[in-house]
């Protein structure tokens, strides 16, 4: 009898190479997206300082506070705000594309499960089979043992 020899192994190879991909990708989004989480987290603290130093300054007694000064920190806050905006829409598109790589994965996962599930569904059929195969020769024998005792 001849071995098992499933028609789909190179499709199934192909797609588990393209899942391998896909987990990687996602992983590579994922990590993207911590990064612009963490870039965001350190523009809020910086933003956070400013705010505090300006308090403190304005606070202050004895000091004097000018336009210039004013104007300095006015500047830098909305620098800063320009800053985590633009950061935040980073994030976004980070999630978006993290977000669309997850579906490319779990696309390609229920692509691959459903190979390996008809792989296991051939492969019974084939050991069925076979099981059959050799239990018509077990008859045969049994049968010709019979006939030969009989005589």
Known sequence: MKRFKFQL????KVTRRKKDEAE??????SRRLEAERQKLQQLLIEM?????EYAALVTGEGKT???GVIMTYNAFFAWKRNQ??????VIIEAMN?????????MKLMTQLKSIEQLKEKRLREYNEEVLHEEQKL??????QMTMRNAQ
């Open 9 to 12: 192994e190179t499709l199934l």
């Open 24 to 29: 990687q990708k996602f992983a590579e989004a």
């Open 48 to 52: 956070k300082q400013g705010q505090d």
């Open 65 to 67: 506070v000018t336009i």
């Open 84 to 89: 985590i905006e633009q950061q935040q829409r």
């Open 97 to 105: 594309d993290r977000q669309i790589k997850l579906k490319a994965l």
């Open 138 to 143: 077990l008859d045969e024998l049994g049968l």
